[in-house]
């Protein structure tokens, strides 16, 4: 019920299409979508240019998650390291991270190495700055309160540390996912020989438009499906919380 | 002639220690100057002072969170270098890890004391009986209420049976009935398994209530002004109503009104 609004979207488009107030041209039904959908489905097109995304956009988050978050850790913890790493943080934060592509593709080519690369530099710092600022925000009297049951001060930043800077390093790394989807894509479509944003560009220029609009559709519907289920695992990860 | 009666064994030494306070921004402030205080084996001390005095932080500095920058403090002879399971506290604000479960906290240092999984459950389990939490040992803290959460927080302080109890305003964030209920609580358990307690309470009636002896301080800079010893029948019901009682909250609080003046 919560998705009526889709649905009428959805009828509404393929009205306006089939009533020929917008030309075919511009945009194609959404019967005609669907069709074009399943004909790359079957042919397989779908699955191998999928598997190809899915493994950068996985690798690239994933490494993204494990230095984002030992490095913000790390921050929180020594001031030596936040002295020298932080502004560097700090500073390139804000920069468009589509910006590297060209950077990425100079270093490592045109196949995988470059898309991981990319999503691992952009992914990164929303993690990094997640955990810092959750480890910052980790309460003294915890920190003391293992101290005195026996942890050794290194004990303290698996037992305390870490899990009270997660809800923050949950909110990061749903930032870093989002990310991993923009990355991703539009690397795709600049420099590729396969994946999901190749293929939007590579139907569009051959003026596939059913085809093309089947995979944006494809595209926007895996972003929105893992947003929530990632929503759901720290859901589960984080029921500690009230 | 020796004299043996554990009132005289001293276990904490504090000697002169001075320290101060210094803010991420503003002024550094005084916070202690030249407190010496000697507390005995198994000794109930208050540590009653208004707020700003420094008392908390005598006592982080007993329990070793704090660097000793001027003086020194010795436990059985040996100067304080650190925390250690020697030295449980106690938190106002309870302190408990919010995703660990009641039992999971209360096992988190039996969990460091390296003992056997059989035996981390077995302790556990009896120490969360002992403070009434029996049926809330898979309750996250944020499930239970105040009183309950300072109960599970003393049950994981006592499970690794610390000879020495720091506590810092422990029932300052409960309610009235809750904290008189957790006062005779406490109380009781002392007097099962003694240990030398520092208690710090700005509370004069709760000081009587418990401590064996209640060291006044005085406001910025933190001194020792007086040291009353307390003698009085605790296990009485209608102590709070005792002429006795009325007494030394009167002796003590003629001490304290000077400095909470002070503090204002």
Redesign the interface.
Known sequence: MKYLPLLLLAIVWELVVQLGLISRDLLPSLSDVAKAGWTLLREGDFWTNGAASLYRGGMGLLLAIAVGAVLGIAMAWWREVDASVGPLVEALYPMPKSALIPVTVLWLGFGDGSKILLIFLGCMLPVTLGVYNGARSCEQALVWSARSLGASRLRVLWDVVLPSALPELANGIRTALALTFVLLVSSELIVARAGLGYLIGFLGEGGVYDAMFAVVLVVAFLGFFADRLYQRLMHRVLAWRD | MVDSTADSVKQIAVERVSHVYRPPRGREVLALEEVSLEIGVREFVALLGPSGCGKSTLL?LI???LPIEKGAIRIEGAPVA????D???V?Q?F?L????TVKANVR??LE??GLARAEQERRAQHFIEMVGLKGFEES????LSGGMKQRAALA??LA?D?KMLLMDEPFGALDAQTRSLMQSELYAIWERTPKTVIFVTHDVQEAVRLAQRVVVMSARPGKIKASVKVELDRNDPHIYRSPAFAEKVDEIWSLVRDEAIKAQ
């Open positions: 982080y329990g070793g969170f650190g925390p250690g399971p030295r449980g506290i938190f604000h302190a890890f919010p995703w660990r988190y240092g460091k004391l996250y803290p944020s499930q994981r302080t690794v610390p």
